[in-house]
């Protein structure tokens, strides 16, 4: 087993902040080696002090020896000369990562056209066999499609193209499946592994989430606070696992039966029929006829009272879209909502405000949720304005303290900033703010899914605390079966735009009717089955 | 903040103090009355009597610096008052209300656009006569599309951001929501757009004055200064070095203020990484 990568004791600091206090970590040609860690961990800035893509104020100490060389010592343009022909990177976000407006083919070509001298239909040729490798072939699939046009996994699949093109000898990906729903997030893991053992690659896999991981990776490094707690082989951490460590680096995959409100009381809070959006397709103009895009195509759904329905779809499906739609925050192409049994008129303002007094909306990223000038207060508080009166300052107050702290936060954090917030903390202010006006269903867009497994975790289980002692109903957003089956007691899986399947959870997981459910469910159940082998040692 | 920087803000802060306190201090005393006409003190060179030189009326240097740095000053803050008092709301308008709203005011800005500001000032002065009105006006109606269009681009990504989505299923009305959460998200912004139009309005001023659009004699203002030094700047080239490089400094002081403005107001660049 020969080390390719050996780093030795880096740290670094950003604006005299420390990031990185003493990261040790090797990783071996032809091996995977999986970077665990909660967020805000130091993962990520590990591989990108690796590529030496930090910003300016930055301060790194210690060394990085690769092919007999100290990437610590080297200046920009000679890591430029490595970065992308020796180590290269696959980020989380596929879509951001490829150029909207060229095609998939010419963007791999790009690479060794840029780095080797080829003639464009070299380099062409090249791309089309990289496709091939990564399970696109060119003949099942044009590869003069644009990125728009592909479905996540694919991107992503395009993506570990263009980073294995010039034949690395380290790949560094950074959460590359986290925006993928559990099925593909299979296929693409087992394509990294089989591509690396092919080529020789060290691959340093970082995530948040241990169950992801346990089945490919070989050495697993555990990081926390920006420090190498341990590495070892898979084996040595499965041991640790099943005497309990770790526990917060693995995700919820632990269902928890979810009561469903008795026949009695069932009455919908919310209604949906043949709900529809739509979004112009190409530039639309004077000389353009405009043809649409059916983001979310007849929806019809309902939620009842006390109850949590998930939606589980893949990212692209239209769940967000759908979410959006439902609290007026996208225009309608055709439809009717229902709340309390009333129909509601999406274009007149009385109506909106009987609609967003009843429904509220938890965001996915905790980070831009809230306007970074207001304090916790201000932003907690914002709701209060659909109540239609002017409330005293103390009542507000005593509203606010008292939404705090039924999200498990305190009274004297209002006065702060939320800057001062961890990820998973933020998101039980956002949670704070949907509940100060009593509202009887609040909308959670993907609303853990930025936040580590312990975090989630937490969130979660507050979510179900929530539905009991507030009798508040759940409209659960998620790409991840696993943390919708923890939290919901029905469930809708969503393709392109459309609802294909209704169920029950416990049905939904036992009797799936629909081919892409049964897909997901069997991914989720391989996901947990991984878990307990980690959990039990029997790797 | 590093130290270049805090040198920088207060390099700029004092600089632009100066000019301040100068045309302040002008309004009720001036080094020599520049009123009076001394003929027998033409065309001085710089002496200890006068720091920088007399004029071919014998007056100060000195002082018509400072009295003109008031009228400068004061046509360049109105100027800039009625671009951004204009065009911030327009703009904010335009992002908040896409489709007629949006499109109206983007077509005003690029009609004025294609409209220069010397021609305006001419329309102008031709109909109400030269002087420093004129200028404001012309000045400012240039402005008006520079911030209509600057704040529109700004906020125009605040909107879909989280909180201003969460705002709207707050029940807030757009226009509540562009001053509430639009506006001071993009402040930084606007105040650095704000002392650069600042700085080229003072030039805008000593140009439209130059081509005797702008302020009228007696009246002193830079402009004015170095229009009328232009046939004795190779006899007395003070009275053409003085105010140019009071514009020079004044305007490269306010932007260094304005960049160490951006600093301290921009949350974002704090925060662009993890």
């Given at each position: 087993m020969t080390i390719v990568l050996d780093i030795q004791d880096l740290r670094l600091s950003i604006d005299n902040r420390s990031i990185l206090d003493g990261v040790s970590l090797a990783l071996s040609a032809g091996k995977i080696t999986a970077l665990v860690g909660r967020s805000g961990s130091g993962k990520s800035m590990t591989a990108f002090a690796t590529m030496g893509l930090l910003p300016r104020s930055a301060r790194v100490n210690g060394d990085l020896f690769f092919e007999k060389r100290n990437l610590a010592l080297l200046n920009d343009a000679d890591m430029s000369a490595l970065r992308g022909a020796s180590i290269s990177m696959i980020f989380q976000e596929p879509m951001t990562a490829l150029?909207?407006?060229?095609?998939?083919?010419?963007?791999?070509?790009?690479?060794?056209?840029?780095?080797?001298?080829?003639?464009?239909?070299?380099?062409?040729?090249?791309?089309?066999?990289?496709?091939?490798?990564?399970?696109?072939?060119?003949?099942?699939?044009?590869?003069?499609?644009?990125?728009?046009?592909?479905?996540?996994?694919?991107?992503?699949?395009?993506?570990?193209?263009?980073?294995?093109?010039?034949?690395?000898?380290?790949?560094?990906?950074?959460?590359?499946?986290t925006a993928l729903d559990a099925s593909t997030q299979r296929d693409i893991l087992e394509l990294l592994k089989s591509l690396c053992v092919d080529d020789n690659i060290a691959l340093m896999l970082i995530t948040h989430d241990l169950a992801v991981v346990a089945d490919i990776a070989d050495d697993i490094a555990v990081i926390q606070k920006g420090r190498i707690i341990e590495q070892a082989p898979k084996t040595d951490i499965a041991k640790k696992v099943s005497e309990g460590a770790y526990s917060e680096l693995m995700g919820a995959r632990q269902a928890t039966p979810q009561t469903t409100p008795p026949r009695s009381?069932?009455?919908?809070?919310?209604?949906?029929?043949?709900?529809?959006?739509?979004?112009?397709?190409?530039?639309?103009?004077?000389?353009?006829?405009?043809?649409?895009?059916?983001?979310?195509?007849?929806?019809?759904?309902?939620?009842?009272?006390?109850?949590?329905?998930?939606?589980?779809?893949?990212?692209?499906?239209?769940?967000?879209?759908?979410?959006?739609?439902?609290?007026?925050?996208?225009?309608?192409?055709?439809?009717?909502?229902?709340?309390?049994?009333?129909?509601?008129?999406?274009?007149?303002?009385?109506?909106?405000?009987?609609?967003?007094?009843?429904?509220?909306?938890?965001?996915?990223?905790?980070?831009?949720?809230?306007?970074?000038?207001?304090?916790?207060?201000?932003?907690?508080?914002?709701?209060?304005?659909?109540?239609?009166?002017?409330?005293?300052?103390?009542?507000?107050?005593?509203?606010?303290t008292d939404a705090l702290e039924s999200v498990g936060l305190k009274a004297e954090h209002a006065a702060r900033s939320p800057d001062a917030f961890s990820g998973g903390q933020r998101q039980r202010i956002a949670l704070a703010r949907a509940l100060i006006?009593?509202?009887?269903?609040?909308?959670?867009?993907?609303?853990?899914?930025?936040?580590?497994?312990?975090?989630?975790?937490?969130?979660?289980?507050?979510?179900?605390?929530?539905?009991?002692?507030?009798?508040?109903?759940?409209?659960?957003?998620?790409?991840?079966?696993?943390?919708?089956?923890?939290?919901?007691?029905?469930?809708?899986?969503?393709?392109?735009?459309?609802?294909?399947?209704t169920g029950a959870t416990e049905e939904i997981f036992s009797h799936p009717r629909h081919d892409y459910t049964r897909k997901l469910v069997a991914a989720a159940e391989e996901l947990a089955a991984a878990l307990d082998n980690l959990r039990s040692g029997a790797l | 903040m590093s130290r270049p920087v805090r040198t920088a803000t207060y390099a700029g802060a004092g600089v632009t103090g100066l000019?301040?306190?100068?045309?302040?201090?002008?309004?009720?005393?001036?080094?020599?009355?520049?009123?009076?006409?001394?003929?027998?003190?033409?065309?001085?060179?710089?002496?200890?009597?006068?720091?920088?030189?007399?004029?071919?009326?014998?007056?100060?240097?000195?002082?018509?610096?400072?009295?003109?740095?008031?009228?400068?000053?004061?046509?360049?803050?109105?100027?800039?008052?009625i671009g951004m008092g204009i065009g911030v709301p327009l703009g904010l308008a335009a992002g908040a209300y896409t489709g007629p709203t949006d499109e109206a005011v983007m077509r005003f800005s690029d009609l004025v656009f294609a409209f220069p500001a010397l021609i305006?000032?001419?329309?102008?002065?031709?109909?109400?006569?030269?002087?420093?009105?004129?200028?404001?006006?012309?000045?400012?109606?240039?402005?008006?599309?520079?911030?209509?269009?600057?704040?529109?681009?700004?906020?125009?990504?605040?909107?879909?951001?989280?909180?201003?989505?969460?705002?709207?299923?707050?029940?807030?009305?757009?226009?509540?929501?562009?001053?509430?959460?639009?506006?001071?998200?993009?402040?930084?912004?606007?105040?650095?757009?704000?002392?650069?139009?600042?700085?080229?309005?003072?030039?805008?001023?000593?140009?439209?004055?130059?081509?005797?659009?702008?302020?009228?004699?007696?009246?002193?203002?830079w402009g004015r200064m170095l229009a009328e030094s232009q046939t004795l700047a190779a006899a007395a080239p003070w009275l053409a070095v003085f105010p140019g490089l009071a514009i020079f400094l004044f305007v490269f002081g306010l932007n260094l203020l304005g960049e160490s403005v951006r600093r301290r107001f921009d949350l974002g660049s704090q925060r662009a990484l993890l």
């Open positions: 150029n909207p407006l060229q095609t998939i083919e010419n963007q791999i070509a790009e690479v060794f056209l840029t780095h080797q001298s080829l003639t464009a239909d070299d380099a062409r040729g090249k791309a089309h066999d990289l496709l091939e490798r990564v399970g696109m072939a060119p003949s099942t699939l044009s590869p003069e499609r644009y990125p728009h046009e592909l479905s996540g996994g694919q991107r992503q699949r395009v993506i570990i193209a263009m980073a294995l093109a010039l034949k690395p000898s380290i790949v560094m990906a950074d959460e590359p499946t009381q069932r009455r919908p809070v919310l209604r949906v029929s043949d709900l529809s959006c739509a979004y112009p397709k190409h530039a639309s103009g004077l000389y353009f006829k405009k043809e649409r895009f059916l983001a979310v195509k007849d929806v019809s759904l309902a939620v009842e009272a006390g109850e949590c329905l998930g939606i589980v779809g893949e990212s692209g499906s239209g769940k967000s879209t759908l979410a959006r739609a439902l609290v007026g925050l996208e225009s309608l192409a055709a439809g009717e909502i229902e709340i309390d049994g009333a129909s509601v008129n999406v274009k007149r303002k009385t109506d909106m405000l009987r609609l967003w007094r009843q429904i509220q909306i938890v965001f996915q990223d905790p980070y831009s949720s809230f306007n970074p000038r207001h304090t916790v207060a201000q932003i907690v508080s914002e709701p209060l304005h659909l109540l239609g009166q002017t409330l005293t300052a103390a009542a507000r107050r005593e509203r606010v006006i009593n509202p009887s269903l609040i909308i959670l867009d993907e609303a853990t899914s930025a936040l580590d497994s312990a975090a989630r975790n937490r969130v979660l289980s507050l979510l179900s605390d929530l539905r009991v002692s507030r009798g508040v109903s759940l409209l659960f957003i998620s790409h991840d079966l696993a943390v919708i089956r923890g939290v919901a007691n029905r469930i809708a899986v969503m393709k392109s735009g459309e609802i294909i399947e | 000019f301040l306190a100068a045309a302040l201090i002008s309004f009720f005393w001036t080094p020599h009355d520049i009123g009076a006409l001394n003929i027998g003190e033409r065309l001085q060179p710089p002496s200890p009597a006068y720091w920088l030189g007399t004029d071919p009326l014998g007056r100060d240097v000195l002082s018509i610096l400072m009295a003109g740095a008031r009228v400068s000053i004061a046509v360049a803050f109105f100027a800039l008052g305006l000032a001419i329309i102008i002065a031709a109909v109400f006569g030269a002087g420093a009105y004129t200028v404001v006006i012309a000045v400012g109606v240039f402005n008006i599309p520079v911030f209509a269009r600057l704040t529109r681009g700004a906020s125009l990504p605040l909107w879909k951001t989280g909180f201003v989505l969460a705002a709207r299923s707050a029940g807030k009305s757009r226009a509540r929501i562009a001053v509430e959460h639009i506006l001071p998200n993009i402040a930084a912004v606007l105040v650095v757009q704000g002392t650069i139009q600042f700085s080229l309005a003072i030039l805008a001023e000593a140009g439209l004055s130059y081509v005797g659009l702008g302020v009228q004699p007696p009246n002193a203002s």
